[in-house]
């Protein structure tokens, strides 16, 4: 296996694990984080969350759609030192219509079945992020780029 290949391997590993993720966002100057549930595709190209219209992420990412997003393996236990592995991706996000992404809308609730009800509720925005990179940082120090457009291609 390349390193390529590890790598997508480990961002996959770890977002199907994991449920909930930090968002980034930007407005007025200041950044702003906030833990959201997330599903990525199998192919990596595009993130999915839901969020109230009437939040603080929402009106950000309508002003500048530039986010940047955290999951990790982590435990919070002394032996992630040595095993700890997190993933940062950067793209853009944009309110994507539920009934027009039927099967990231599925894949979402394939993930998050307790949201239903939420996700179809009339002051929700369903968001998609168009990722563009991935910084994949293992061990605490050793990091790995991986550029969509030119890497993860068509799997």
Avoid at 4 to 32: C, H, M, S, W
Avoid at 85 to 112: F, I, M, P, Q
């Amino acid at each position: 296996m390349n390193k390529t290949d590890r790598i997508k391997k480990v961002i996959r590993n770890i977002a199907a694990k994991q449920l909930f993720g930090v968002l980034a966002t930007e407005g007025e100057g200041v950044p702003y984080t906030t833990l959201v549930a997330f599903a990525l595709q199998d192919d990596l190209k595009k993130l999915f969350f839901a969020t109230p219209r009437d939040t603080r992420k929402f009106k950000h990412i309508t002003a500048n759609e530039r986010i940047s997003f955290h999951i990790n393996n982590t435990s919070n236990s002394p032996e992630d030192i040595g095993s700890a592995a997190g993933v940062t991706l950067t793209g853009r996000a944009s309110e994507s219509s539920k009934e027009h992404s039927e099967e990231a809308t599925a894949l979402y609730l394939s993930k998050h079945p307790q949201m239903e009800e939420f996700l179809h509720s009339p002051n929700t925005a369903f968001i998609s992020v168009e990722v563009e990179r991935y910084d994949v940082v293992e061990r605490f120090q050793n990091v790995t780029v991986l550029k969509v457009k030119e890497e993860v291609g068509d799997l």
